[in-house]
């Protein structure tokens, strides 16, 4: 008890995404959201901007700025701009409040090594942390999604990131069989890229492709749009001017398809000069082939190892969906089809995560079993 009431208004749990921060304060909420991204100038090595501003960047930066994310597979790339991008997030949510030294809980893959997971903790703890605790993305996402993971019943949570999809069984309280792929929303903006120019030699860059795929991507025919999906889509629209290609207000066309074309621009490979072309919502769920099976795949893997009894209880409950990659039009119906098991999106795909590890700074002392646990396989790297 001691140790809950030892957490003070300022401490917080965040989110480490491999496209966006999310960070949640305790008794405050999730206050930041902003993208992983940091511009840097490459001559002196100072940092530009960060976040939104530094994302506004990425494709459009003269060659003395570079615009470079610090994470990648959901894990830090580079240490030192990593540092300085959560200073940056840590900072800006606590003010100037100079002697201010937060518990921090943050959250990573569960697959990660024992080198990345004390690349975690000194980030943090040099980016102003007083103490940090790790907890498994799995895990935050399930406690966020509202699952009763403290019960000895089985709940199944596909996490679908940026860097890595996080598939896992969790009962009592703990992982019981999990597997972390590293193929998730970067490598659908990937495979678009790859489609677009190999198909039709244009060239596009990877903020193009992720309109793509929020605009018109689908992993099935027959699925349709969650009003999640639908805000999100909105969202992204207004901020380019093309909401009315949504449909108008996100809650009056929850019951609607989005638009099935898109229209791009890019660099036509052949003539060198700008070009126009207009995708297809068919070729990009082609397109998208390769990732999509390799996340149903995780999930089929994952179950295979499932005690019977958990996987009796999944089959009763259905598998959650979380995380960014959610919200693609048809996953749920995808792997529902594949699976035979119901599968159901969190009701805030994209909060899920975060608000979780905000649930294990706000209790702290019923849900610190969950904190800093080592998955049986990296048990022998010693504890941190």
């Known amino acids: 008890m001691a140790q809950s009431k030892s957490f003070s208004g300022r401490d917080m749990g965040i989110d480490l995404g491999t496209a966006n921060t999310l960070v949640y304060v305790r008794g405050k909420g999730v206050v930041l959201n902003e993208p992983s991204v940091v511009a840097v100038n490459a001559e002196d090595g100072s940092v530009l901007s960060v976040g939104h501003e530094a994302k506004e960047t990425i494709g459009r930066t003269p060659s003395n700025i570079v615009a470079v994310r610090p994470l990648r597979d959901g894990v830090i790339a580079d240490f030192e701009i990593a540092e300085r991008m959560m200073r940056h997030f840590i900072k800006k949510v606590l003010g100037n409040r100079r002697f201010t030294r937060p518990r921090v809980v943050v959250c990573v893959p569960s697959g990660i090594t024992g080198v990345e997971r004390r690349a975690v903790i000194e980030a943090a703890s040099r980016a102003g942390a007083r103490q940090v605790h790790l907890v498994e993305e799995p895990m935050a996402a399930a406690i966020g999604a509202g699952l009763p993971v403290s019960e000895p019943t089985g709940c199944m949570v596909v996490d679908i990131g940026g860097g890595t999809t996080e598939v896992a069984v969790i009962s009592l309280g703990g992982i019981v069989t999990a597997r972390s792929v590293r193929t998730a929303g970067d490598a659908m903006d990937v495979a ?3 489609y677009v120019k190999k198909k039709f ?8 492709a992720e309109e793509i795929k929020m605009s018109i991507g689908s992993a099935s025919p027959t699925g349709s749009w969650t009003a999640a999906g639908l805000t999100a889509l909105a969202k992204q629209l207004e901020k380019n001017d093309g909401l009315e290609d949504a449909g108008g207000d996100p809650e009056e066309t929850q019951g609607l398809l989005p638009p099935d ?3 791009i621009r890019g660099r036509d490979q052949v003539s060198g000069l700008p070009k126009t072309l207009e995708l297809t919502a068919d070729e990009i769920r082609h397109a998208l082939t390769e990732p999509v099976d390799a996340i ?6 994952t179950l295979d190892e499932t005690p019977p009894e958990l996987a009796g ?3 009763d409950r259905g598998i959650v969906l979380t995380g960014g990659g959610a919200l693609l039009r048809g996953l749920d119906v995808r792997l529902s089809k594949e699976l035979d098991i119901p599968v159901i999106v969190a009701d805030e795909p994209l909060d899920c995560v975060a608000v ?5 700074v706000e209790d702290f002392a019923s849900l610190k079993t969950v904190l800093d646990a080592q998955p049986n396989r990296l048990l022998g790297t010693g504890r941190l």
């Open 192 to 194: 678009i890229t790859s």
């Open 201 to 208: 030699s244009l060239a596009i860059g990877e903020r193009t």
């Open 261 to 263: 074309r898109f229209t």
């Open 296 to 301: 149903v795949m995780a999930v089929r893997q």
């Open 313 to 315: 209880d999944i089959m």
């Open 356 to 360: 979780g590890t905000g649930r294990c």
